[in-house]
């Protein structure tokens, strides 16, 4: 569709940031969309992703015309677990001992799971490297 | 002066003004830390951290409750899901290196999974906590939405779940770079799956941080682990009830 518009549209679409955060937006839109109509049980982003990898697959759309706006939204996404976070100001029960407890088995399970999947792959990695030297 | 008073109350309870004066404090107070944060990038001044903690005290200086402000401020949080769509760029741009190595991803995160599950449930029994949070706390390094439907599939708490995941990933995010770099790892792969198995989004947006490459395949991760979970969550409800 971009492909047949005009140089000028397709110049500006590669420039704006925000038109292309519109552009990921319809995605999510549409794969929120598809969730309720099918009852997929999974997220409308992760379906959107799904739909965008394919249409940039099939070179639909070329990556150019989201590159911008996706580098933008990913650069602060950590802005939109703030809010998230305020959360804990409603669970009271939190705190005190049990929120000590539930604490240390976050912390505790968190950097297990951190440190077992990064050794985990980098072992495997290496196997693979020397496999691929030796042969 | 009374009236004066009832005026500006009147005028904060407006929705649409509470919502854009919390939706402001929220991105200013973001803005903020971040550039704190490139100033002084020590671990406990993460944005992560110090954006929520100074909100916090806003809010409870202000007497809001966590209702009112995220009615307010839930469109930010809502931004997640095109966030997660924005994923599709850089694990397009890194298909080869993916296409390459998807064995090794496969591992990491079938492995990742079974330690994140297994030591929540392990450490939360050996603490004692009652059946309600451990089975709460199981889901909590998978994202949110995924999260909280599996909390409701094995019979916890999907509101707590979410506070969990939070913390998780507040956790992961900051602590991270410090773990893997002092891990003796040679790829950029361990790195990325490493953060994106363990701490979901904010481990992701931490590992867009450290490199493109990472950036790529914690987004890849934290949305295979995240399906993952939920397809299996069903199995790991018969096992825990």
Known sequence: MVRRTSVLTRRFFRRSALLQIGLVAAFWFLGDWLGRRTGLPLPGGVIGLFLALVVLHVRGLPV????????????????FFVPAVLAVLDHGELIGLTGVKILSVIVISTLAVMVVTALTIDVCYR?????AAAS | MLLQAEWVKTFWTAPLVHAAAWSLATIAFYLLAK????????????????????LMI??????????????????????????????????????????RHWPLLLAGMTVGSITAVASSWGLAWLFDLDAALRLSLLPRSISTPFAMEMAGEIGGIPDLTAVFVVITGVFGAATGEIVLARLPLRSA?????????????????????????????????????????????????????
């Open chain 2, 35 to 54: 550039r704190l944060y490139r100033r002084w990038p020590r671990w406990w001044l993460m944005p992560l951290a110090v954006a929520p903690a100074l």
């Open chain 1, 64 to 79: 150019v015309t989201m590159k911008r706006g996706a580098d933008r939204l990913l650069a602060d996404m950590l802005l």
């Open chain 2, 189 to 241: 792969l361990a790195r990325g799956a490493s953060l994106g198995v363990a701490a979901h989004g904010a481990g992701t947006a931490q590992a867009h941080r450290i490199g493109q490459t990472e950036g790529a395949i914690a987004g890849l991760t934290m949305v295979l682990v995240g399906l993952m979970n939920v397809s299996l969550a069903p199995i790991l409800a018969r096992m825990v009830n």
């Open chain 1, 127 to 131: 196997w693979t490297e020397r496999h």
């Open chain 2, 58 to 99: 806003a809010a409870l200086a202000l007497h809001e409750s966590y209702g009112d402000y995220i009615r307010g401020t839930g469109w930010l949080v809502g931004m997640l899901g095109p966030a997660t769509v924005a994923f599709a760029v850089p694990i397009y741009e890194q298909r080869r290196l993916i296409r």
